[in-house]
């Protein structure tokens, strides 16, 4: 497993060229890519949500699409749609590819995005492919949705409903950086700027291969039950949500515990491993009811508290 490490410790080494800080965000976003899934990514403007994402993209040889979410945005805007060709005098329809058809789609601030729109984007998360008219395209895969948001600015945005939230595995936090990393950005952004050239790290066909072993990555039973009775807790806590968490969140921290112990260069989960995950996995599963907003928790407080009482 060292010499998995070896390559993730690269990918992050490239990535600080580029990205000052934000260690955790770029962790949480390629262990989403290793479980092959979906991740949302929340913070204030300016904290390099999408400069992490394009980074990523860019060191692992994969096609990058954006699409820049607004309300006037129409789902054939990202599925793609027919053209009329003309062929010597002869006209047909052709399908032209709309920004879906590629490995990393960033859809910026997604909830701005009409609930139309947004549902455009379930199919292609959850079943790799695109239906257009009566035909039925497939993504050429590894494909990944990382989208973004804005959680303070909510004039003119359309949040998204739980049944979208839940396609992706992790919603992960960007967080202001701390008062060394942001002098550094400074230095870095204030001066002549010099161009990293970014090189491929990883291979499309080498990430797929990683994915099959972050499956094979052993769990002991103890720290598996350990993670379904965290998940079964959520739906005990009346005092403090309305909705607990399905067996997908089950399942999602168990796959994130494993593609976290292949990251850190680890051949087993540990239980480090399943609480780190806890959090980007359930903070958008759980809804809190009014007893705990009444008393200013976060979703991550109700987290904190779960994984205090379940400790075995």
Sequence with gaps: MKNYKSVFDTIFSEMNHVVVGQQDVMEQTIAAMLCDSNALLEGYPGLAKTLIVKTLSSLMDLKFSRIQSTPDLMPSDITGTYIIEDHGGKREFKFQQGPLFANIVLADEINRATPKTQSALLEAMQEKQVTVGNTTFKLDLPFFVLATQNPIEQEGTYPLPEAQADRFLLKIKTDYPNYE???????????????????????????????????????????????????????????LMEYGASPR???????????????????????EDIESMAYPVLRHRIILNFEAERKGMSADDVVKEILTKVKE
């Design 181 to 239: 990393d942001e002098v550094k950005i400074v230095d870095k952004y204030s001066a002549e700027l010099t161009e990293h050239r970014l090189k491929p790290i990883l291979e499309k066909k080498n990430l797929i291969i990683l994915q099959g072993i972050t499956r094979q990555i052993p769990i002991a039973n103890d720290l598996k039950r350990r993670a379904v009775k965290i998940v079964t807790e959520t739906r005990k806590r009346k005092d």
């Design 249 to 271: 969140a089950s399942i999602g921290i168990i796959m994130a515990a494993k593609a976290r112990a292949l990251i850190r260069g680890r051949n087993h989960v540990a239980t």
